[in-house]
Antibody, heavy 120, light 107 residues
Framework: EVQLVESGGGLVQPGGSLRLSCAAS????????MNWVRQAPGKGLEWVSY????????YYADSVKGRFTISRDNAKNSLYLQMNSLRAEDTAVYYC?????????????WGQGTMVTVSS | EIVLTQSPATLSLSPGERATLSCRAS??????LAWYQQKPGQAPRLLIY???NRATGIPARFSGSGSGTDFTLTISSLEPEDFAVYYC?????????FGQGTKLEIK
């Protein structure tokens, strides 16, 4: 079964750090581009970051640039999001999502999400 | 940044009726437009990619149309399980944006 499973969420104080992980299974992870998307409580979806299949190309939303770092370990079938200098407005469910093959960049597989709460 | 504006914000319809959801881009996105469905407590699910292609396993009652800046998601005859929030999404130079969502609720 094709699956993405996020972990690493939790409660963190403003200014703190957290590292999210996304474990992929059921497909050749190293062949796919990946993304992080977040959703604040009761709000819509916000794209956070993109990484190419090799990890050589990376993009960030302006709201997280300079604070978040996306990375991947293809040998471990894992995607990561290092989040530093966290703010209250970073509170959200964080999803990892796969860019599907030959579908114009759309996200065909999503994880179940991991909740990050930034609060003192 | 390309902004996607969805309308209406909320759509109240009954099962069996036809639903028409709109997504307008602030500049052309060609056909790189996708639609997602999200139910409470669940991750989004891909419905439509490249503006008009149904994703794997999506029922034929879902259809997408449009190009450039104006796009439409149509659900031909609503089933009870279709009541959810719908988002459009675009990709421009591998930077993505989502619309704010349309909530489809039971009338």
């Amino acid at each position: 079964e094709v699956q993405l499973v996020e972990s690493g969420g939790g409660l963190v104080q403003p200014g703190g750090s957290l590292r999210l992980s996304c474990a992929a299974s059921g497909f050749t992870f190293s062949s796919y581009e990946m993304n992080w998307v977040r959703q604040a409580p009761g709000k819509g979806l916000e794209w956070v970051s993109y990484i190419s299949s090799s990890g050589s190309t990376i993009y960030y939303a302006d709201s997280v640039k300079g604070r978040f770092t996306i990375s991947r370990d293809n040998a471990k079938n894992s995607l990561y999001l290092q989040m530093n200098s966290l703010r209250a407005e970073d509170t959200a469910v964080y999803y990892c999502a796969r860019v599907g093959p030959m579908i114009g960049g759309a996200f065909d597989i999503w994880g179940q999400g991991t909740m990050v709460t930034v609060s003192s | 940044e390309i902004v996607l504006t969805q309308s209406p914000a909320t759509l109240s319809l009954s099962p069996g009726e036809r639903a028409t959801l709109s997504c307008r881009a602030s500049q052309s996105v060609s056909s790189y437009l996708a639609w997602y469905q999200q139910k409470p407590g669940q991750a989004p699910r891909l419905l439509i990619y490249d503006a008009s292609n149904r994703a794997t396993g999506i029922p034929a009652r879902f259809s997408g149309s449009g190009s450039g800046t104006d796009f439409t998601l149509t659900i031909s005859s609503l089933e009870p399980e279709d009541f959810a929030v719908y988002y459009c999404q675009q990709r421009s130079n591998w930077r993505y944006t989502f619309g704010q969502g349309t909530k489809l609720e039971i009338k």
